[in-house]
């Protein structure tokens, strides 16, 4: 996707080769990715009660935050779409749903897969794998049901409004262990009413794997990805200005 | 744009470590307990009572006593019959070969099912306890060798008085102390109590009591009480030695557990966040291949026209 890029007039597209900033968030995300792994699978100690499935945590739960960067740009894109009617901020909805809920998937896989040596289960229907689960299926549904709207700016408008009225399930996700006291999901950060299972420790190696973690899944990786995938929305959207462009001329 | 994606990092930035910051102030100190972690994948508690030294290498946990001539050795024996680590285990330790144990048993406990056996040596009492667990046995042992006296550990199941109404079984402590000698004497000799001192503290129970044997014995032993189960620390010696060795092995097999060895879960784990990543950015590739494909026709269409 090197020759190809952004629009600057309102709802009008043309194509420029990749920008300089893009380029140096994709070497920063691999390089991100490579430190992030050796941090949490070299750097980190084992966790003596859990052993070496807990350096899962290292991706599972940065994973929801990025999706929690991508769904808040799919509300910012929704709500400036609907402000100003600019298809760029439409584009930047549809990208974040597509990679928030990549991050999403990987959050939920990861977790139960965690689950199954610690827990002796892959799935059991505590308060916050359920919440997790249905936001996922409410983005899936959002990518679902935007492509059965034929007309451009209805499948827009309705885009943008469900994005951001999806995004309660990511707030009910974020906050149901606290509310719920017969959740079995670990804390993490802050106190919670309840004693989870299978906690962690948080030593020095694992805030030294963790936090840049954290920092890199909830902004880089999601920002270079949606940045990739406005780019393709761009492209997609130009193709269809050459195909009605060439309709009209025949 | 970019001075709205830069603001957005910034203020994820800023939200990161807030919570970081918040977690640290959250966060409860407990008492941190000193644990070994052997490269085999046991841990056992570090031993900080007084007069043990901590001997350990990269495989095994060994303290050692030098004033009451014992030692504790936790070690893990690459075969999965209990019997034959045991004597591994002890032949790596001592010179005599091990005779018939004086108890041979099995003891359900939340770490396995393990099995004890207990052995007297010439002057070396041996109580050993092995749970085979993954591609091996693991061995927790006291050894001792005063020639004055013979020190045995011996865990049992304490004996169930009922439940109460919260549905709790209440255990017979006293009974488990009993079992105990009754499983190290054997059945045909009799003892009868002559002193005992309660030393429950903290909610476990432990007492300290004498007994007489029919055969004219003398014995000492050292009790707690704990998940329903009686460990006994049975000597011929003081009460002093019984509690300070009874509290040592105590300490380092409560303590005992295995890290579970679960990296094929691990593993599993990161290939599926590679599968994922894959289909997302193999599927935008693949977009766009087809994006070009299209234009490119669009254009051959538009140009012929």
């Known amino acids: 996707m090197a020759t190809f890029a952004v629009d600057k007039t309102k709802n009008t597209i043309r194509l420029t080769a990749m920008p300089k900033v893009l380029q ?60 100003k009617r600019d298809d760029k901020w439409d584009r930047l909805a549809v990208a974040g749903v597509e990679v928030g809920l990549a991050l999403a998937l990987i959050n939920l896989i990861t977790g139960s897969i965690w689950a199954r040596p610690i827990w002796n289960t892959w799935w059991t229907w505590d308060p916050r794998l359920t919440s997790a689960a ?10 679902m049901l935007r492509s059965g709207i034929d007309n451009l700016q209805t499948r827009r408008r309705f885009a ?16 149901i262990i606290r509310i ?55 492209m997609l959207d130009v193709l269809e200005q050459k195909k009605i462009a060439l309709l009209s001329e025949g | 744009m970019q001075k709205l994606w830069i603001s957005a990092m910034l203020v994820l930035v800023l939200l990161v470590a807030t919570i970081a910051l918040q977690a640290q102030e959250d966060e409860e100190e407990l008492p941190e307990i000193p644990y070994f972690w052997a490269s085999s994948g046991f841990n056992v508690p570090i031993l900080e009572l ?14 050692v006593n030098a004033d009451l001539n014992a030692r504790i050795v936790v070690t893990m024996v690459r075969t999965l019959d209990d019997e034959e680590a045991i004597q591994t285990a002890t032949n790596a330790l001592t010179d005599s070969p091990l005779t018939e144990p004086l108890v041979d048993s099995r003891i359900g406990l939340a770490t396995g099912t393990w099995t004890q056996q207990l052995f007297s040596v010439d002057d070396i009492s041996i109580s050993s306890f092995a749970l085979v667990r993954g591609a091996g046995t693991f061995v927790v042992m006291l050894l001792e060798d005063n020639p004055n006296y013979d020190v045995h550990q011996v865990a049992v199941r ?4 009922g439940t109460t109404d919260d549905g709790d079984v209440q255990t017979d402590f006293v009974g488990g102390v009993n079992l105990a000698l009754e499983t190290f004497l054997g059945e045909d000799t009799n003892f009868t109590l002559t002193n005992s001192i ?29 998940g329903g189960i009686t460990y006994a620390t049975i ?29 094929n879960f691990l593993y599993l784990g990161l290939t599926m966040v590679a599968l994922i990543f894959s289909v997302l950015i193999g599927s935008m590739w693949l977009r766009y291949r087809n994006v070009q494909k299209d234009m490119a026709l669009v254009e051959e269409l538009s140009a012929k026209e």
């Not at chain 2, 901590?54 to 303290?63: F, G, L, P, S, V």
């Not at chain 2, 304490?158 to 008085?161: Q, Y």
């Not at chain 2, 010696?237 to 990296?263: H, Q, Y």
């Open chain 1, 24 to 83: 140096g968030l994709t070497v920063i995300t691999v390089l991100g990715l490579i430190v992030t792994l050796y941090l949490g699978y070299f750097n980190a100690g084992t966790d003596i009660q859990q052993g070496e499935i807990q350096r899962i945590f290292y991706i599972h739960m940065p994973t929801f935050f990025g999706a929690f960067t991508a769904f808040g740009a799919t509300v910012l894109g929704g709500m400036l779409y609907l402000a």
């Open chain 1, 134 to 143: 249905i936001m996922a299926l409410t983005y899936a549904a959002y990518l």
């Open chain 1, 160 to 175: 943008s409004v469900y994005g951001i009225l999806a995004f309660s399930t990511v707030i009910l996700t974020l906050v």
């Open chain 1, 180 to 234: 719920r006291p017969d959740t079995i999901h670990p804390v993490v950060i802050g106190a919670s009413p309840q004693n989870a299972q299978g906690s962690f420790e948080a030593t020095r190696g694992v805030v030294l794997a963790l936090l840049p973690s954290l920092l890199f899944y909830s902004t880089i990786v999601p920002i270079t990805l949606m940045w990739y995938r406005i780019r393709l929305e761009n």
């Open chain 2, 50 to 63: 007084e007069g043990w030294d901590n001997q350990h290498t990269e495989d095994d946990a060994i303290y």
């Open chain 2, 158 to 161: 304490s004996p169930i008085l």
């Open chain 2, 198 to 226: 309660d030393l429950t503290a903290l909610g476990l129970a432990s007492v300290q009591s004498q007994y007489s044997t029919d055969a004219g014995d003398d014995l000492t032993v050292f009790a707690q009480e704990l």
């Open chain 2, 235 to 263: 000597t011929n010696t003081d009460a002093e030695t019984a509690t300070r060795l009874g509290e040592a092995i105590e300490t380092v097999f409560l303590g005992f557990f295995i890290t579970p060895n679960n990296s």
